[in-house]
């Protein structure tokens, strides 16, 4: 894992072809009972994530409904849904809209999980979706209850907060802006 990471950190040419591979066998590993093998794991995901966004986004849409349909691979799910998330923050709007349709019914359906980390798993990825589309993103969640709204809208909220008091632009001891969603 740490041999795949660096390649993909430094010679992230070179993974195009195996890639597929790869992402299997690392999410196979997010599932294994050893820490440091689950956390390597992870980190390397998060690096693949970042050396091919539209090819490594594919490979884990591809993955998704099975990852979901398997309670033993959740931790590969939450694992999937961190570097899907890391993926989708560096495309453009276009290219987000475009996997909208195949990623949102999963990202949806896996936030009613039982288990909790799945949920936040879904959270953070919708906002990360939300930091590239704003607003746009909104209408698109329908299929989530109120208290699912509500508790995304308190992350988009915490995240704006936190990307602006990084800006340094002297308003860390404002009020936040309001935020509408035209629900």
Do not use: W
Request: contains cysteine.
């Amino acid at each position: 894992l740490l041999a795949v990471k660096e390649l993909a950190s430094h010679l992230s040419e070179l993974l195009p072809d195996y890639l597929d591979s790869i992402v299997t066998l690392v999410l196979g590993a997010t599932c294994e009972s050893h820490l440091e093998v689950k956390q390597s794991a992870d980190e390397c995901l998060l690096v693949l994530a970042d050396s091919n966004k539209e090819y490594f986004i594919q490979i884990l849409l591809d993955r998704s409904s099975s990852l979901a349909q398997d309670s033993q691979r959740n931790m590969a799910l939450v694992s999937s849904f961190r570097a899907m998330g890391r993926a989708l923050t560096g495309i453009s709007t276009a290219q987000l809209n475009s996997v909208l349709g195949e990623l949102l019914p999963h990202l949806i359906s896996s936030y009613s999980s039982p288990d909790a980390d799945v949920r936040k798993a879904v959270v953070f990825c919708l906002v990360d979706i939300y930091s590239g589309m704003g607003n746009a993103l909104m209408p698109h969640l329908s299929g989530l209850s109120t208290a699912q709204l509500k508790l995304l809208t308190i992350y988009i909220q915490r995240s704006q907060d936190g990307k602006a008091s990084k800006l340094g632009n002297g308003k860390e001891n404002s009020a936040p802006a309001a935020v509408t969603y035209g629900l």
